[in-house]
């Protein structure tokens, strides 16, 4: 990413955090009252390999605090998707909630042992706003019945995510420190680019991530 491009980029993110701002979030919750919804607690949402939740640096310390006893890579892991640089460093953005196989480590059949330290995502799910418009994901409890009042809270919420997004993303890029970009290597560690700036980080704290990040690469 180039300086021109980031001007253009932070641009368009300044536009759209005017835009967020503004948005009606009563409007939004008269939508979400007419779509229904009520949670299942089927645990459908934090379960599965497809499932990855999104983190900003503000939620990892939020679910550290509320736990207790875990560090920053015990919360949070580096997204797989990625470039690599000339000297062999893994370069990706932001971080995801850690997952114990295939389902997220802190989902049980009790349910979810970080409920109130949740991240927004969460929170919202399965609403998300796409350029000021209501959008969902598949939910068993699509079409169930919700007040007011309640759809009025996940519109809130979604209002919140909405700015959040865009604020970060704007830090992140105003930090962003471009690289030339290389070929795969095992030898190099993983850099996250976030929206307090970088992090560098040994593969031997992120057990087996290498060699995914490798075979997803088609390199040894």
């Not at 310390?61 to 990625?82: F, K, Q, S, T």
């Amino acid at each position: 990413m180039n300086r021109a491009d980031a001007e253009e980029m932070l641009a368009n993110l300044l536009l759209q955090l005017e835009e967020a701002e503004s948005l009606s979030a009563g409007a939004i919750a008269r939508e979400i009252v007419q779509i229904g919804f009520r949670c299942e607690r089927c645990g459908d949402c934090c379960r599965g390999e497809e499932n990855s939740v999104a983190l900003f640096p503000f939620e990892i310390r939020e679910i550290m605090a509320a736990v207790g006893g875990e560090g920053w890579l015990d919360v949070a892991e580096p997204p797989l998707e990625g470039e690599w640089d000339i000297e062999g460093n893994f370069h990706t953005l932001e971080w995801r909630l850690r997952k114990e196989g295939r389902d997220c480590k802190y989902y049980s059949e009790e349910g979810c042992r970080i409920y109130k330290a949740r991240p927004l995502l969460c929170q919202t799910y399965p609403f998300y706003l796409e350029e000021g418009r209501l959008r969902w994901s598949d939910c068993r409890g699509l079409g169930g019945e919700i007040g007011f009042e309640e759809a009025q809270k996940i519109a809130d919420l979604l209002k919140r995510r909405q700015i959040v997004e865009i604020k970060e993303a704007i830090d992140l890029i105003r930090k962003y420190e471009d690289f030339e970009r290389g070929e795969p290597s095992p030898y190099g560690m993983c850099i996250v680019h976030d929206s307090e700036g970088v992090h560098e980080i040994e593969w031997s704290k992120i057990p087996g991530a290498l060699g995914r990040r490798l075979r997803r690469s088609g390199s040894r």
